[in-house]
């Protein structure tokens, strides 16, 4: 079974803005592991190959946290 590497960037402003996006990739089925990091304003996710963009990107923009830009693959993504 292969997987999928996502990149997201996003605007985070605070701890709780970080820890709101590793909140919803923790429930978030098909996620194998991810970092969200506050300093360089990304979120990385290893995703399972069942796991779409679109599905996790969505789950992202419901925080409230606007995606900058978002890879998928190492191919740029629209967001």
């Known amino acids: 079974m292969s997987e999928h590497n996502y ?3 996003i605007a985070m402003s ?3 803005c970080s820890g709101a996006v590793e909140r919803v990739l923790k ?3 098909g ?3 991810y970092n969200v990091s ?3 304003q990304t979120a990385d996710i290893v995703a399972e ?3 779409t963009y679109e599905t996790v990107l969505e789950k992202i923009k ?3 946290k606007t995606v900058k ?3 998928a693959d190492g191919a740029p993504r629209d967001v």
């Open 7 to 9: 990149k997201f960037n």
């Open 14 to 16: 605070c701890g709780g």
């Open 27 to 29: 429930k978030l089925e």
């Open 31 to 33: 996620v194998k592991s």
């Open 38 to 40: 506050l300093e360089t």
């Open 49 to 51: 190959e069942s796991l």
């Open 62 to 64: 419901k925080t409230g």
């Open 69 to 71: 830009s978002g890879e």
